[in-house]
């Protein structure tokens, strides 16, 4: 363990729903749920507004509208996700080439490997300018905990929220943990909280007073020793950055080239689909679709596209590997052909749950499978999700607030513009189209990036003013004093 707080700890604020209620005027201040919405879905993400109501992440949606009925209730956009999490990694990756993400929202930061950081007013600045930085690029607020190891990096971020920073001084670990409860260590949850609190323990400091062998005896050995280590503050994990992207891949060599055209192209269906169900087995999805070709005189091709979101949609990959297909020559005769999905989302729990019981929601309130099948056009009113985009010919850019009965409602207002109002449309209305949803922060090539600068500096500045003044918002006051340790 290291003797600086060098160690960056970064949580986005109910990110899904932050990002919804940033891009949807009328939800903010409001009680936002996001998640499944069939009758088996769990909820990913709720608003501060709806936790107030007992709301909270992987409960089952029926439990969350019982609590909180008048929420809005909203499908996670992943590729919507997925772009602001980019932008925020790409923060991240500018303080230390060692990050490592934990999920779209999520990660470590080692900051004294970056030279960002190597003493605790180094790291302090960093975080702050870190934090004002992730506003002015994305519009969003994340909290930032800063230690001298991961654990204590990640309860000190968890302190922060929502919209601040903790710096846990080294030497004031111990203190700060002892008093809390067992379950904040990490690999502490219900089952082995409840085996630790039926022998009386309650929190970390008594977790260290019962001692090495007791805990290896209550626990098991890996588990005890792990246990111990931690209500020491022993933690000396390093930040590992993004391994090597992974993928999927599978191929077929054939006996005898194939010449026909239309054959070659069913065999890269076929491959798709069987790289999907491979993808699908592992709980993965990914952003890259990569065709491989060998033709007759064993020269090899590949081609890829890159997708805005990742997928494990059969149908998505298939048309990808097609139009890879449509740019290779194949005249000659093909002897291998291989299809893969690579740059794979390493989704976090709460996303798996949400995507798993999106696909529910698909096949039991709409029953229909969610990939239209031949050449069939989606029928019109399946087209309409809560919470997607929709571009109407003239009222504009607007969001899609619900359907039924052959009726979709809209609201029409942008991530710029005041809470918009409510219009309901026929589910063919050819007016109506499917939209991309707008950057929450509005910016013009050049100017942007100075724009953003500039707001961090300034930002960054301000507090760095008020921390060595030791004045500031009681916020600041605040988190400054959790700062000190007092
Ligand atoms: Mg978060």
Known sequence: MRNA???????????????????????????????????????????YEARTFGVHSAMPMAQARRLAPNAAYLVPRFGFYRSISDQVMALLRALSPLVEPLSLDEAFVDLEAGGTAWDGESALLAGIRLRADIRAVTGLTGSVGLASCKMLAKIASEQAKP???????PGTERALLGPMPVRTLPGVGPATGDHLRRAGI???????????????RMVGKAH??????????????????????????????????????????????????????????????GRTIVLKVRRYDFSTLTRSETLRGPTDDPGVV?????????????????????????????????????????????????????????????????RW????????????????????????????????????RVRTFRVDDPELAVAEPLPLVRRTPEEGDSA??????????????????GEGTPDQTESLQRVKGV
């Open 385 to 420: 999700r809560p919470g997607h985009d929709v571009r109407h010919a003239e009222l504009g850019h607007g969001w899609v607030q619900g359907s039924g009965l052959g009726r979709v409602t809209v609201r029409f207002e942008t991530p710029e513009s005041e809470p918009g």
């Open 5 to 47: 707080p060098t160690i960056l700890h970064l949580d986005m604020d109910a990110f899904y729903a932050q990002a919804e209620q940033a891009s949807k005027p009328s939800l903010r201040g409001k009680a936002v749920v996001v998640g499944g919405l069939g009758p088996r879905g769990v909820v990913a993400t709720a608003s």
């Open 202 to 216: 309650t929190t970390v400091d008594e977790i260290a007073e019962a001692g090495e062998d007791e805990l290896v």
């Open 224 to 285: 005890g020793h792990a246990l111990y280590a931690m209500a020491l503050a022993r933690d000396d994990r390093p930040v590992v950055a993004e391994r090597e992207t992974k993928s999927v891949s599978v191929e077929d060599t054939y006996d005898l080239d194939i010449h026909d055209r239309v054959r070659v192209g069913l065999e890269v269906r076929r491959l798709a689909d069987r790289c999907v169900r491979r993808l699908r087995e592992s709980g993965l999805s």
């Open 318 to 382: 298939r048309e990808a590997a097609a139009r890879l297909l449509d740019s290779v020559d194949t005249t000659g005769g093909v002897r291998l052909l291989g299809v893969g999905v690579s740059g794979l989302a390493d989704f976090t729990q709460e996303d798996l749950f949400a995507q798993a019981a999106e696909e529910r929601a698909d096949l039991s309130e709409e029953e229909v499978p969610d990939e239209p099948v031949g050449e069939e056009p989606v029928p019109a009113e399946h």
């Open 452 to 469: 953003a600068e500039e707001a961090a500096e300034k930002a960054a500045g301000k507090a760095a003013e008020r921390f060595v003044a």
């Open 163 to 169: 919209d601040g920073l903790v710096l846990i001084e």
